[in-house]
């Protein structure tokens, strides 16, 4: 029954979707008022999607196996918490939420603009519509959320236990405010040339709907880095994994955007470039959809292994960008901003090469995730590309990057202002080396890579922490809290990184019971061993004792073994010390009599990790907060 | 300025051999660059399998026996293929992914200079 309801929903709000945008046709190409429920129709739109999508949450809680998506991927011996962020752990319910939030965003704008020039909120929300019908349509005609199975199974076959953790209940519905959000600021750019009002109060109206998807995707990236951390049981905080990479390069699309978008706003250049960068974010983030969803990758995330899906997806993606694109060429050559060039060590200037060095990392990100593919189809050879291959390549540039990070903001907008900031940079540079030479001391390490890592991201956090404490004159509410934060949150990230790859430690070794192990300062021993039953697993827990410079801490990794679907996991055990920590993971071992693998990693300043993606979120948070000399 | 130099100078003089990357174990530097093939995209280094174990006897023979890095990827390649390295060995069919990038960074760099206005600022 409910399954039903669901789909007549999705049902009418595809054809409400299309009714909406033969009222757009109608007005443009005949004239006449445009229908005065055109908006009521979008919000029913929205509406129906939205109880469409509660009804798929209700039929995973109450676990009504009529449904083919909560037969596979549901069980009635799983917590409830993972009955409901199950709705999301499939491919159909993914992409059911995928559209909700396309709609959301829509819905909010409409909310959230009631000032604003009619025919650009018209034709921003025509094109939201169009890409909510297209992906309707996908959904209705290839992943039915709602499709039945005859006769009804007495059971479900359960959820990957990998996906059995209270940070996936989070992690993709961040991640898809994230990506999917910038649906909307390209909609909002096509209704911005269509209706020739692509201009620098476009880039003002802007900013606001980059920011927000920008924050959610920033606060997802970082679940997701945190997730991966603890559970995968593999000691680090980012692998250079294509799924990952899918998700940082809409990220860093956006985080150019953002930029681009400020030298609009406030010196009217960069119209055309801005319309590309937003064009591309949007791109990117449908791309790493088709990555993920596909099958192409083989991964926790790709839970539809189902080709022809991918081909649809490619293809959705092939017309939103041609369309984009043919409109972005007809319209924008009469709308450009200020031609003149960029004045040497301006803000806009560093702008600029804030946004040439993304784009370049950008390349980098893609064409390692991409190559691999591309290869594998044209010449059947098959290639890896590792982590090494990003930090050979992009190491050199960060340190670049924190510098003009810390530069950047000091420079004044459409004049020279390296002459009048020479002092201040100098003592920047003084005191950032200076604590980097206390710090080399400290920790005993001279290594070249390391000095500069770290006096490049002090250099940053000095030059933000310089301006907070210095500036008495301006009033706390005119300071601009949200770079600060960000700016800051990206210094912290670059040093705790360093940090953690030049101090953490790790080894992999077999122990026996009663045994104890010792690398370097640390000794574990491995003192006991128990087992315990859990609701839909059993698992067996290991004690570990681990002596570090005199001081004893135990850690207690498990092996779970999952009933539906059965299946293994490794949970990791982890203790912190300050900003680092003691991790230990187990290895499956059908004869524990000789042993059982243990994987011990010290993680340096990992915790710092964590604590700069919650600065640079905080930072995209306080984006939204007026500050008293902003328009 | 010259307080930086003269900074500068004792900061290079004091940390003289410190060029190289940690002094990590050349075998575990080895490790981290493999996949374990029975695996989901873990390296030999973080997988106790059994795949990787023997893969890691096999590779401690060759230390051993002072085969060099490069002789022992390339016996890794010739058996399991490229795909078992993390770090794509550059070659003709990779000439693009290592060097794309380095195109996009001259690119890139000849444009900004184009549009740049250089000396002082000439709205002032």
Known sequence: MTSNIGLISLIISSILSLFILILFFKHVLFGGPLHSKFFALYNASFFLIAVSFVLLVISFVVSDFSIVAVYENSHTDKPFFYKFAGTWGNHEGSMLLFILIIS???????????????????TTIFFQTSLQFVFLLFLILTSNPFEKIFPIPNQGLGLNPILQDPLLVLHPPFLYLGYVGFSLVFSLLLGGLVTNQYNQNWAGLAKRWIFLPWTFLTFG????????????????????????????????????????????DKTKKLFN???????????????????????????????ANDPERGLYILFIISLITLSALVIYILKSAKQTGDENGFILFSREFSIVVNNYLLIFALTVVTIGT???????????????????????????????????????PYMKWNKNSFAINRNKLTSFVLSSLIVTALVSLILKNQNFIFILGVACSLFLIISVVYEFAYFKHIKLKQFNFARLFSHAGFGFLILAITLHYFFSKEFTTKIQLGETSSYQEFAIKFSNYFSKQGKNYQEL?????????????????????????????????IRGEWLSDMYIAMDYTSDASSGIGIRFYYNYSIRLIWLSYILITIGGLLSFVQRKNEK | MKNLLFLLIIFFLYQQDSFALPSQDRE?????????????????????????????????????????????????????GDWILFNPPVKQSTLLLWFFPVFILVIGLLILYKRTVFGKSKLS
């Open chain 1, 370 to 408: 991409t190559y691999p593919i591309l290869l594998s189809v044209f010449t059947e050879e098959s290639i890896s590309v590792g982590p090494q291959y990003y930090n050979t390549i992009l190491a050199p540039f960060v340190f670049i990057f924190l510098i003009l990070m810390g530069i950047g």
């Open chain 1, 273 to 303: 470039w801005t319309a590309i960068l937003t064009i591309l974010t949007f791109v990117l983030s449908l791309f790493g959809t088709f990555l993920v969803r596909s099958g192409i990758l083989n991964s926790v995330h790709a839970f």
């Open chain 1, 104 to 122: 959301l965003y829509g819905y909010l704008f409409l909310i959230f603009t009631k000032q604003l020039n009619f025919s650009l909120r018209f």
């Open chain 2, 28 to 80: 575990v530097k080895i490790y981290k660059n493999i996949r374990c093939l029975a695996c989901q995209g873990q390296t030999l280094n973080d997988s106790n399998s059994d795949f990787a174990n023997d893969l890691k006897k096999v590779i401690k023979r060759k230390l051993d026996n002072n085969e060099t890095d490069q002789q022992i990827y390339s016996y890794l390649t010739a058996r399991y």
């Open chain 1, 541 to 573: 827990i290991g004690e570990y004792e681990i002596q570090k410079n005199g001081e004893k801490v135990i850690l207690k990794p498990s092996i779970r073994k999952y009933s539906h679907p059965q299946q293994f996991t490794s949970e990791t055990s």
């Open chain 1, 221 to 264: 990236i970082g679940l997701g880095s945190f997730w991966a951390y603890y559970e995968l049981g593999w000691g680090g905080y980012w692998f250079w994994d294509p799924v990952e990479n899918a998700s940082l390069m809409p990220w860093i699309a956006s985080t150019a955007l953002i930029h681009s978008v400020l030298v609009m």
